[in-house]
């Protein structure tokens, strides 16, 4: 199965963002600066996201790989379907001046999974190590514990939210990603008692913060919201928001 790694600038895109859409939607478009000639591979593919200043964090499933357009964005209707709702307001508002930046093509994302490996160990297709994260893109070999892994397709697949149960009726999910914000910030007091909102999904230049909050005696609280098991890169990455 063909695979890509590329890369992803927290301070510019939110993979969370992109997680939560894809709970509830059937694909995603995710907008690179750099051009894919599609034709080079097979569908679907692996990607493989190195996360700047650290490691691969998450390999997702490539349905496709289309041009870039603007309508993405700007036919409603369509920006609904893939692309996360804060990525549509920075749009809107133009934060760090996202329109401008030269697009080229988008990565059509069926799913998004957590995925930590060093990027140093992933093998190019000429069978070298990757010796440093990708300015664009760089085809690779999918490591020993991918092989005969498949993710399904957009057609196929199930909500993230979804897991079909062993008996093959589907379980009642558990929190959904688009209200965990909601239920956090009605309960402010459970985190720390006199916390007080002062944000929702604030624009900063590192990156987007889920809540900003003030404790009781006035000082800033960033709570980032995960909805499993935070890995280290959460507290680096709240650290950069903090800073």
């Not at 709970?23 to 990607?47: C, D, N």
């Amino acid at each position: 199965m063909d695979a890509i790694l590329f890369s992803a600038n927290p301070a510019i895109v939110k993979v969370d963002d992109a997680i939560r859409h894809l709970a509830y939607h059937k694909e995603l478009y995710w907008e690179v600066g750099f051009r894919v000639s599609r034709e080079k591979f097979s569908y679907p593919i692996f990607g493989f996201i190195h996360i700047k200043g650290g490691q691969v964090e998450y390999r997702v499933a490539i349905r496709d790989i289309i041009p870039f357009s603007r309508e993405h964005y700007e036919i409603q209707e369509t920006a609904e379907k893939v692309k996360p709702e804060p990525w549509r307001m920075e749009w809107t508002q133009n934060i760090n001046n996202i329109r401008s930046y030269p697009w080229q093509n988008v990565l059509v994302i069926s799913r998004i999974e957590p995925f930590s490996f060093r990027t140093s160990t992933l093998l190019k297709c000429n069978g070298e190590p990757v010796k440093r994260p990708p300015q664009n893109y760089i085809r690779v070999i999918l490591p020993e514990n991918c092989e005969g892994v498949t993710f399904p397709t957009a057609e196929t697949s199930l909500p993230i939210t979804q897991k079909p149960h062993p008996d093959g009726r589907h379980h009642k999910p558990g929190l959904a990603e688009k209200n965990l914000e909601e239920i956090v910030v009605h309960q402010l007091e459970e985190i720390e008692p006199g916390l007080t909102l002062v944000k929702r999904q604030l624009g900063t230049a590192a990156g987007r913060l889920d809540l900003l909050c003030k404790d009781r005696e006035g000082q800033y609280v960033v709570v980032e919201l995960k909805r499993g098991q935070g890995i280290d890169q959460v507290v680096g990455q709240i650290l950069r928001y903090m800073g």
